[in-house]
C-alpha cells in the first residue's frame, strides 16, 4: 500500500483546526471528519508539542488524521491543556481531574451531534499517556473502545536516568535527552528533527507528570476496563522495552480485557513523525477496527 492509496481524496483543508470553549477557556485541536465513520480516534500529543505532531506540515503521508480519514475514521487531535489555545490558562489545570474533565469537555463540544460510529478510541504518545490512562480510568472511560498507548514505559533505562540527573544540572542534559527521543536521526525527515516544525513550552505542571508517572501508571492501570495496546519503538532509548520490563507493564492491566504490546519496526520514540510512522498507524488503525468489532459483538 502506497502513501498515495491511502492519503487518496484527504486534502490539506480537509484537516480542520478548531477552537471552542470549554467551562470559559478556549481549547483547540485539529480535526479531520469522515462522513460515516467507523469510529473516532481522539489523539492526545506528547509534551513539547501539539496536535501538529499527528498532522506534521509537508509530510501528508506521514500524518494520522489522514490516514485515519481515508479509512473511515474520524479523528479529533486535541492540543491538551495548557498547550494551543489554552497555553495562557495552563495554571488552570494543574490538577490532573480539571485536564480529564476538560479533554472530555472538548471532545464532546467538538463532537456535537456529528456521528461517532461504534464510538471513541483513545490513542496517546509519550507524556499524553498520563492524560489518557486517567481519562481511561475514569468512569466515563468504561464506554471508550479502546486505549493506545504509546513512547512510554515503567522503567527508564539507566541511560536516561543519567541524562535527567544531568538536565537538573546543566542545559546540555536537556539537548542530550532531545538526542534520545529522536534516534537514530536518519529514520525522521531531517526538517523535523529535535521538533522544529512541531515544537513549543510545556506547560507548568509537566514536570509533576514526568516526576510522578511510573507510580500514576501502576495506580491507574488497575482501573482499565477497555481493550489496551502498548506500543514501543524498536529504537526507544528512554523507556526501557526489554521482555521482562513489558511483562510488568502487561501485569498491571489484569482488568483490561485484551492487552498487546506490539514492537513498532525502524521506529524511535516519535513514532507518528518518523518515516515509518505510515506503518504504525495503520496497526493502530488496526487494532481501532478490531476494538469496533468487538463492540459489535
Same mark, same amino acid.
Given at each position: @500500500?502506497? %502513501?498515495? @492509496?491511502?492519503?487518496?481524496? !484527504?486534502? #490539506?483543508? !480537509? !484537516?480542520?483546526?478548531? !477552537?471552542?470553549?470549554?467551562?470559559?477557556?478556549?481549547?483547540s485541536a485539529l480535526c479531520v471528519e469522515a462522513d460515516q465513520p467507523r469510529a473516532v480516534v481522539l489523539a492526545l500529543h506528547g509534551g513539547a508539542t501539539t496536535a501538529?505532531?499527528?498532522?506534521?506540515?509537508?509530510?501528508?503521508?506521514?500524518? /494520522?488524521?489522514r490516514t485515519a480519514a481515508a479509512l473511515g475514521f474520524t479523528v479529533l487531535a486535541l492540543d491538551r491543556p495548557g498547550y494551543g489555545a489554552s497555553a495562557p490558562y495552563a495554571r488552570t489545570f494543574d490538577e490532573p481531574a480539571r485536564r480529564v474533565d476538560a479533554c472530555y469537555g472538548l471532545a464532546e463540544t467538538l463532537l456535537d451531534s456529528r456521528p461517532r460510529g461504534a464510538g471513541v478510541f483513545l490513542s496517546a504518545h509519550s507524556a499524553g499517556c498520563d492524560l489518557a490512562? #486517567? @481519562? %481511561? %480510568?475514569?468512569?466515563?472511560?468504561?464506554? /471508550? /473502545?479502546g486505549v493506545e498507548l504509546a513512547g512510554t514505559g515503567l522503567r527508564k533505562h539507566t541511560e536516561a536516568r543519567a541524562r535527567i540527573d544531568e538536565m537538573t544540572r546543566t542545559r546540555r542534559g536537556a539537548a542530550l535527552i532531545g538526542e534520545m527521543l529522536w534516534y537514530p536521526a536518519d529514520l525522521f525527515p531531517p526538517e523535523l528533527l529535535g521538533g522544529k516544525l512541531i515544537g513549543c513550552s510545556s506547560p507548568p505542571y509537566e514536570g509533576t507528570v514526568l516526576r510522578d508517572w511510573p507510580e500514576d501508571l501502576r495506580q491507574l492501570a488497575r482501573h482499565v476496563r477497555i481493550p489496551v495496546r502498548c506500543t514501543h519503538a524498536e529504537y526507544e532509548r528512554f523507556w526501557r522495552t526489554d521482555p521482562a520490563a513489558l511483562a510488568e507493564i502487561q501485569a498491571l492491566f489484569a482488568g483490561a480485557p485484551r492487552f498487546l504490546h506490539p514492537l513498532q519496526p525502524d521506529s524511535g520514540h516519535t513514532l507518528s513523525v518518523g518515516y515509518a510512522a505510515r506503518a504504525y498507524h495503520l496497526g493502530l488503525l488496526s487494532f481501532v477496527e478490531q476494538c469496533v468489532l468487538r463492540s459489535a459483538r
Open positions: @500500500m502506497t %502513501a498515495q @492509496m491511502v492519503t487518496e481524496g !484527504v486534502e #490539506r483543508d !480537509v !484537516v480542520i483546526p478548531r !477552537v471552542v470553549e470549554v467551562d470559559g477557556i478556549p481549547m501538529r505532531y499527528f498532522d506534521c506540515p509537508g509530510h501528508p503521508a506521514l500524518s /494520522l488524521l490512562l #486517567r @481519562m %481511561a %480510568a475514569d468512569q466515563r472511560g468504561q464506554t /471508550l /473502545l
